[in-house]
């Protein structure tokens, strides 16, 4: 309100009238606040109010970011990669070392002259010097330091107060051998035989296969037969195995050591002779074209397992894929499996790839649980998709056996028919039941000549394999949140109607090429994939020379 | 614009489009061959025997290949496939040679591995698909196509009985015919009959059309329909006549009535934008004149180029399957988004700016009015209460 | 999620939880901005769909993140979009109440 004064500082007639000064104060007048004043809300609430309205669209907004930002990063985190998990990613260097580089390393500063370490420095050579003169009786503790011939003895009579040392402790370890032999250290029997399968069964087993040893190498190097009976006893030196508390004991302790040797997944089974091939047993004259239906005894159990191959490359088949990645690992858990069990003293057998079989691998998985059937032929596991390559140890130790499961996998390929419509050679059948009868059970039975015929001109450096089913199976997945929604959801959903809406999707939203595109160029192909390759398997990219001639059509 | 410019005008629009479909007459002329060797690099050598029957060589192994080319109806016209057959009478290759489909519906089909299952077979051993579900008009068209193919050849190079041409397969084709005439029946019945209640039997209707006529049965008419129509490929047969059907009775209500009876009562998607606007009850967008005219030429533009290159499914830019089938490219499928959120915020987003209807409407309009005796047409074309309006106005002076 | 670190997951959920609070009480002062008012039931299903498309945003994006990014794309738009008409149904039948549709 104004103070009574116009512009010009005059006074006129209406400012008069409403100058206060000029009110004489009534006793019924008060101080009516200003209505505007009222109705003004304190400054501290509109702050407040307008902080909630702009933070509320702030955070909504925040939350659709932040929920895309964390989804995209659980797609992508390592922890998505079943069976490879970090180590593999390069995730175990987390510690970021750049704002600690120094020039020169603690203790790298020389001090005086530096010198080349020799072979005598190096304990175990004076070692293995030393314990090969006694066994071949060039010399013995009792002659003394002075008559010690060679490097070794140069070595010790330069250092003369290790000697003694070293005495004392080939005594000690003769003695703490004859321990062992006679069975004193039965606590340590577990870890023993730990140590022992990585040692020998992995490290320094001295046949052909670098793991696990094949008896078929030892009767190519020998010429002698060796028969299931012997050679799956051949690295047994107990009198007597160990005896477990029950067979759950077994079990437990056994599937525990299958995933500390490096498998992903593991199920033991009653060994079942009709999925053993006849006519071939590894070891005997021409693979064991004339072995019959024998069913070695011992032959009671079996323990299965089986690894993924490389995620990112199986999307990218068929050139940019390979089986031996998976292969390679599940060969080391399977020889590491075996010679643990033999340490236990029991036998064991292993059957592994790439071909070194007396049994077919699929029905034992379906049997124990591990995997159901699928119409390209191989077994899908629930953690893994198709990306599964299995292997085994057969041996005849009295386990809990597992039971098969069923998660309605086969229903779902009656539906889909992604891998038959992606088959480059179209070996896949596309009939919606399995009809075909395969040696007693219905089967879709996979054409393995045409599959074959893929191989054999695909763009592989050994004409084996192809992999194109195996990638663009909606089962194959990394493990994330979404595909952990539906691997519980649609096995639970009596109506179908989960899997229904899981296949409309995956067909809709996801680019697969069509099959011919996978082939090679020269057969019409456009070497397509369903994923781009990643960039460590692009030669392009890091190295000179090669001329990009193609396109990637792939997601990525 | 005097009327003899706009008669010229009106005359030129056909005129351009026949053009269009001679010259594309002329281009595929000549093409065979070249479309042949095209089925794999492997083909070269091309060289004509017989009216539809090649031989070629393969560069790999020297070979003699006899290749065949046959028609069957697909969805939106022939659909043309080529076998190569070896002298062992083995299939190595099959190839899609013509269709009217749309890329990506084939796509679906086609990924469905239908031509690798005769690869590699023996065409006296040819298989028998029945175990298969799901099997399509297109898959029937390819599976017949080189069933009928193989045959030729073998007719021709190898003595083997020819087998009688089977019909085209059967869908609920009846079904969806009559849907349409029912749906355009029950429309002109709206239009004409005063009834009560009309808004909602209207909206009744145009829900009836979008869950018949979208979803179940997909037969709403596109500019592939259009282009199909002009350069008369239906004559040799199409799979299915519903989506031709529904637009020929969509221009003939227009020409009766003079109102966009489909547009307005039964187009599944124009239902579909206008349901949404109703739920936050938005206005229609303010129209300039320049955005018309940008879009009827841009309709003009396609046809041309559709009639010329003789592929009508590459006219299709309209959202219709992407938003009720699944089918069309990653750029439709964002232009469907958008139209369907632009539809909360404006009426009828698609019809009243890009619509192909809407300028097609608007040369058959602009057609008739060019050629019609000019009072009686100013005047029908007006409401009613226009009508009265215009008339007091001219007695008024 | 932040490689390298164990705990900087738990505080993102965390924040990510605190942030909600926010959101609601943002989404009640627009009411009161607008001079409406939804009652509790019609204000959990509002939030309910916002979550809701926040999912499937998350989920397209973990598609992206597994290197399928057509299949994310195609996954935001095609579920998204009934969200965003479920919202304005929501808030057509909730807030800004005219007759129903």
Redesign the interface.
């Known amino acids: 309100m104004k103070n009574g004064k116009t512009d010009t500082g005059k006074k006129d007639g209406m400012s008069i009238v409403s100058d206060p000064a000029n009110y004489k104060k009534h006793e019924m007048d008060f101080n009516e606040p200003q209505i505007d004043e009222a109705l003004k809300p304190e400054k501290s609430d509109v702050s407040r109010?307008n902080f909630?309205?702009?933070?509320?669209?702030?955070?909504?907004t925040?939350?659709?970011a932040?929920?895309?930002?964390?989804?995209?990063?659980?797609?992508?985190?390592?922890d998505?990669y079943t069976g490879y998990g970090r180590t593999y990613q390069g995730?175990d260097m987390?510690?970021?070392r750049e704002p600690f580089r120094v020039k020169t390393a603690a203790m790298m500063e020389p001090v005086g002259k530096v010198e080349r370490p020799d072979r005598y420095d190096f304990i175990f050579d004076r070692i293995g010097e030393i314990i090969g003169m006694i066994q071949k009786g060039v010399w013995h503790p009792g002659m003394g330091l002075e008559k010690l011939p060679g490097g070794v003895g140069d070595y010790y009579r330069k250092h003369p107060d290790k000697y003694p040392i070293m005495m004392d402790s080939l005594q000690k370890y003769g003695k703490s051998r004859e321990d062992w032999k006679n069975g004193k250290h039965l606590r340590y029997t577990l870890s023993a035989a730990y140590t022992e399968a990585l040692c020998q069964g992995g490290m320094y087993n001295r046949h052909g296969a670098t793991i696990p040893e094949d008896p078929d190498d030892v009767f190519k190097e020998t010429g002698k037969p060796i028969p299931p009976e012997e050679w799956d006893y051949r690295h047994v030196k107990r009198e007597k195995p160990m005896e477990f508390k029950s067979p759950q004991h077994a079990a437990k302790l056994i599937k525990r050591m299958a995933h500390l040797f490096g498998t992903s997944i593991v199920a033991i089974g009653k060994f079942d002779p009709r999925f053993m091939f006849t006519n071939k047993m590894r070891g005997m004259p021409n693979g064991g074209a004339e072995w019959g239906g024998k069913v070695p005894e011992h032959w009671k159990s079996i323990i299965v397992f089986g690894v993924p191959m490389y995620w990112?490359q199986t999307?990218s088949a068929i050139g940019y894929c390979t089986s031996y990645d998976a292969y390679f690992r599940s060969r080391v858990t399977a020889g590491l499996l075996e010679r643990f069990i033999n340490e236990l003293g029991y036998p064991a057998r292993a059957q592994f790839p790439g071909y070194h079989y007396e049994i077919m691998m699929e029905p034992q998985l379906l049997l124990t649980g591990l995997a159901e059937y699928s119409r390209s032929g191989m077994v899908m596991v629930p953690e893994l998709g198709c990306n599964v390559r299995p292997a085994a140890v057969v041996t005849n130790i009295d386990f809990e056996y597992d039971q098969p499961i069923s998660v309605k996998m086969s229903e779902f390929c009656m539906k889909c028919k992604i891998c038959?419509?992606?088959?480059?050679?179209?070996a896949i059948s596309?009939?919606?039941?399995p009809?075909t009868v395969v040696r007693g059970f219905k089967r879709w039975k996979l054409d393995e000549e045409?599959c074959y015929?893929q191989w054999a001109s695909g763009q592989t450096v050994d004409a084996l394999g192809c992999r194109v089913c195996i990638g663009v199976c909606p089962y194959s997945?990394?493990n994330?949140?979404?595909h952990t929604i539906s691997r519980e959801l649609e096995p639970r959903d009596p109506t179908g109607l989960v899997a229904d809406g899981l296949l409309?999707?995956q067909?809709?939203?996801?680019?697969?090429?069509?099959?011919?595109d996978f082939q090679s160029?020269?057969?019409?192909g456009k070497e397509d994939v369903y994923?781009?390759p990643p960039w460590y398997l692009r030669a392009e990219e890091v190295f000179e020379g090669i001329e990009k001639t193609w396109e990637y059509h792939g997601?990525? | 614009m005097s009327d003899f410019a706009k008669r010229i005008v009106v005359l030129l629009i056909p005129a351009t489009l026949a053009l269009a479909w001679v010259g594309g007459e002329m281009r595929k002329q000549g093409e065979m061959g070249r479309r042949l060797s095209h089925i794999s690099a492997d083909i070269t050598q091309v060289r004509q025997l017989d009216q539809d029957l090649y031989q070629a060589r393969r560069k790999s192994t020297g070979d003699t290949l006899f290749i065949t080319s046959d028609s069957y109806p697909s969805y939106g016209g022939p659909l043309t496939v080529a076998t190569a057959v070896d002298k062992q009478k083995t299939i190595l290759y099959t190839a899609i040679l013509e269709s009217t489909d749309t890329r990506s519906y084939l796509e679906k089909v086609v990924g469905f591995g239908i031509l690798n299952v005769y690869t590699g077979v023996r065409i006296d051993q040819m298989p028998k698909l029945d175990g298969i579900s799901g099997a399509t008009i297109s898959s029937t068209a390819i599976t017949r196509g080189i069933e009928a193919s193989a045959n030729k050849i073998g007719v021709a190079e190898f003595g083997m009985p020819a087998i009688g041409k089977e019909d085209a397969a059967a869908t609920p084709e009846t079904a969806k015919l009559l849907l349409i005439v029912f749906v355009f029946a029950a429309a002109l019945f709206l239009v004409y009959k005063d009834l009560p209640r009309k808004k909602q039997l209207r909206a009744g209707l145009l829900l009836f059309s979008v869950v018949t006529m979208g979803f179940l049965f997909g037969t709403l008419f596109s500019m592939s329909t259009v282009v199909s129509f002009i350069s008369g490929t239906w004559l040799e047969g199409l799979a299915s006549y519903s989506a031709m059907l529904c637009m020929v009775l969509a221009i003939v209500t227009f020409l009766v009535t003079r109102k966009k009876v489909y547009c307005t009562y039964i187009c599944p998607f124009g239902a579909v934008q206008e349901g949404l606007g109703k739920i936050t009850g938005c206005k229609g967008p303010e129209k300039y004149p320049w955005m018309e005219w940008i879009s009827r030429f841009f309709v003009w533009a396609i046809l041309v180029a559709a009639l010329y290159f003789q592929t009508p499914s590459d006219a299709m830019y309209e959202p219709f399957s992407k938003a009720f089938n699944f089918i069309g490219s990653g750029i439709l499928y964002g232009l469907t988004i958008l139209i369907v959120i632009a539809s909360l915020v404006i009426k009828r987003p698609w019809c009243n700016l890009f619509c192909p209807a809407s300028s097609i409407f608007f040369y058959l309009r602009f057609a008739r009015k060019a050629f019609a005796p000019k009072s009686t047409a100013d005047i029908s074309n007006l409401p009613l209460h226009a009508v009265f309006n215009e008339k007091s106005k001219k007695e008024a002076g | 999620m932040f490689p390298g670190t164990t705990i900087l997951n738990y505080l993102f959920w965390m924040g990510m939880g605190m942030m909600q609070i926010l959101v609601i009480a943002g989404a009640y002062e627009w009411l009161k901005h607008f001079k409406k008012s939804v009652q509790w039931w019609q204000m959990v299903l509002i939030y309910g769909c916002f979550i809701s498309f926040s999912l499937v945003v998350a989920g397209g994006f973990t598609l992206m993140g597994e290197y399928e990014s057509q299949g994310g794309w195609y996954f935001i738009g095609y579920l998204g979009l009934p969200h965003v008409i479920a919202m304005a149904i929501l808030l057509k039948l909730f807030v800004f109440k005219k007759a129903p549709v």
């Not at chain 1, 067909?507 to 011919?516: A, L, V």
């Not at chain 1, 160029?521 to 019409?524: K, N, P, V």
């Open positions: 109010r909630l309205k702009l933070g509320g669209v702030a955070a909504a925040a939350t659709v932040g929920a895309g930002a964390a989804g995209f990063k659980i797609g992508r985190s390592d998505a995730g987390f510690f970021n990112d999307y038959a419509e992606a088959c480059p050679s179209g596309f009939e919606d039941e009809n045409k015929n997945r990394k994330t949140w979404i409309a999707m067909k809709n939203f996801f680019r697969i090429p069509k099959g011919q160029d020269w057969l019409g994923h781009n997601m990525s």
